[in-house]
């Protein structure tokens, strides 16, 4: 077991990174290591994965269960014993990078991923290694953000990953042999793959990271038994324009200039082809409906919008479509021709809500990088309500300038891209959020094909000091139940538990258990390196584990490590 230290670092910002060949120093090899088996792993089963939002002993989605919420529904950890938790097992990861994966744990096997789409299967109640893949990545890989791998998607015996040289496979997971390959975009006009996939009724769902090269964004349907391509939704709609507001989703004036706009569009046309519109995390799954929910990002380029006139649908919204087709039902613009960077990608929830008239009604609910958390009607994406602000708003919606214009939030949160949780029982839903000062900087250039486009930079302010908090939010009102301050902004992801606890991480390594109704600090543990990914939770044996990645975070620069910790109670 490696020893575990405390160590200090700088806070830096990491905009963007793009690489083109293979990783340095990794194997270049598509090849899978075996190591001790832990037995055979059954066919999970849509029944499973329907029912993941009640299962006490596997955790087989991202996000928990279809609706997101990633509750789990086991106790034997709870507020009375948590201070006993103690680490079970360590593995570490031939990968020392940053590490967002959410573990995925089928009948006492877990699935795990790092950055440059290594995987691994590990026996879940010793950390065992059962085998090791590792992808040859092709020529070209084009990604921002850094070079992560958010997880997999389990169904039948195959384990579904995507790839930063824009792939979808399918592996076997008894052995990690691949069993099929596809091609999902072009790499060169800056696609690639960090989320990871949600598979249903045989069909794996995919999106496309990509906002920041002036891309087409999509979700995509394959065929989880051969990676045919089923059906395409385009989150740039061909007439792109829309209704022209003026108004963001909470009524403020984002000053606008309209009658520019609509000169540009007579010039230059509809920049529908590419505007961006990335998606970067798991769709919600309704299946009563057959309807699901995701998220779309930011348009590109994303500082200048004198060259994208529109309001740049379907780009900062959330969006619904059939399962079966792809077909759109509704959708939310929440920040109309967006020049801040503030897209929409914290992944969707669903749950019952109350509506303006009090009634109950099936929600979805979005964390924004504005700092609200937006809560919808299901049924037409219409927005109920929304929170309180989680993190300072200030001079909203200054306009970027050349020399730089302060605005808050800055372009990486309130909620970045780290999913949220909900505990039904208590209506609250808990985000982690970031307060970053940056100034925004707008410089106009062309379509670069296939190369960052920013139209600008967004720059963080050395003077002013960055933070971060964890908040639960009453969904049913809008008000903020209890905030925390943590000392660094916060990225990775949060778990409830029937346990009346709350899991998450930090960028300086701790990993803390809080009271879900109180906010209180109950445990805390020292990884050695950031805890920037999701926790997940399970059961092996009747005993239950609680595991998360501790291997820091490109995009803020948290400490790097390899470690993925599975904690138990001590006996």
């Not at 090269?213 to 065929?223: L, N, P, Q, W």
């Not at 999913?419 to 609250?428: E, F, R």
């Not at 600008?456 to 905030?483: C, L």
């Not at 930090?506 to 805390?524: H, I, M, P, R």
Request: hydrophobic fraction near 35%.
């Amino acid at each position: 077991m490696k020893s575990i230290f405390r160590q200090g670092y700088a806070l830096l910002a990491v905009l963007c990174v793009m690489a083109v060949g293979s990783f340095a120093g990794q194997t270049s090899a598509q090849e899978v290591q075996n190591a001790t088996l832990y037995g055979n792993m059954s066919a999970v089963t849509q029944d499973m994965l329907s029912r993941a939002g009640g299962d006490a002993n596997n955790f087989l989605h991202t996000n928990g269960n279809y609706a997101q919420t990633r509750y789990y529904p086991a106790s034997q950890i709870n507020t009375g014993n948590v201070k006993k938790l103690r680490p079970a097992w360590i593995f570490q990861t031939e990968i020392s990078e940053s590490l967002e994966t959410t573990p995925i744990i089928v009948n006492g096997v877990m699935y795990v991923t790092t950055s440059f789409n290594h995987v691994y299967a590990l026996n879940a109640a010793t950390g065992e290694q059962i085998w090791h893949y590792k992808h040859k990545m092709g020529p070209i890989t084009t990604y921002c953000c850094g070079p992560n791998n958010r997880g997999v998607a389990v169904s039948g015996n195959k384990v579904f990953m995507g790839t930063l040289d824009a792939r979808l496979l399918a592996l076997d997971s008894k052995s990690g042999k691949v069993l099929w390959n596809i091609q999902i975009a072009d790499p060169e006009k800056g696609y690639s793959e960090t989320m990871a996939p949600t598979v249903v009724n045989n069909k794996v769902l995919i999106g496309t990271n990509g906002g920041e090269y002036g891309i087409r964004g999509f979700v995509k349907a394959f065929d989880a038994n051969n990676g045919k391509l089923l059906w395409t939704f385009h989150t740039t709609k061909k007439s792109s324009v829309g209704k022209w507001a003026t108004h963001d989703a909470t009524g403020r004036d984002m000053h606008r200039n309209i009658t520019a706009e609509k000169a540009a569009l007579k010039k230059l046309g509809d920049p529908y082809k590419t505007l961006g519109g990335g998606v970067w995390q798991n769709p919600a799954v309704d299946l009563e409906t057959n309807r699901i929910y995701f998220v779309a990002g930011n348009p590109s380029p994303d500082l200048d919008g004198s060259i994208r006139p529109g309001d740049n649908l379907y780009t900062n919204s959330l969006v619904s479509v059939d399962l079966d087709t792809g077909k759109y039902a509704c959708h939310f613009q929440y920040i109309a021709h967006d020049v801040w960077d503030l897209d929409a990608v914290s992944p969707p929830i669903l749950t019952m809500v109350k509506d303006k008239s009090g009634e109950m009604v099936k929600g979805v609910m979005h964390g924004g990088k504005t700092g609200h958390v937006y809560i919808h009607n299901a049924s037409d994406c219409s927005l109920i309500r929304f929170s309180e602000a989680m993190v300072p708003q200030e001079d909203m919606w200054s306009l970027p300038t050349k020399d730089g214009q302060r605005m808050l939030p800055g372009a990486n949160g309130g909620v970045e891209w780290s999913p949220m949780t909900v505990d039904a029982n208590l209506g609250l839903v808990y985000a982690i959020n970031l307060h970053q000062p940056m100034t925004y900087h707008v410089e106009s250039s062309p379509y670069p094909d296939g190369k960052l486009w920013l139209g600008g930079a967004f720059k963080v302010i050395p003077s002013e000091e960055q933070w971060g908090n964890i908040s639960a939010v009453d969904y049913n009102t809008g008000k903020i139940r209890w905030k925390v301050k943590t000392p660094q902004p916060m990225i990775g992801g949060v778990m409830s538990t029937a346990g009346g606890l709350l899991f998450t991480g930090e960028g300086n390594g701790q990993f803390k258990a809080y009271d879900s109704a109180t906010g209180n600090v109950l445990w805390n543990f020292q990884a050695g390196a950031g805890v920037n990914a999701p926790p997940a939770s399970y059961t092996v044996d009747g005993k239950q584990y609680v595991v998360v990645g501790a291997g820091g975070n490109v995009q803020l620069n948290y400490k790097r490590g390899n470690n993925i910790i599975a904690f138990t109670l001590a006996d």
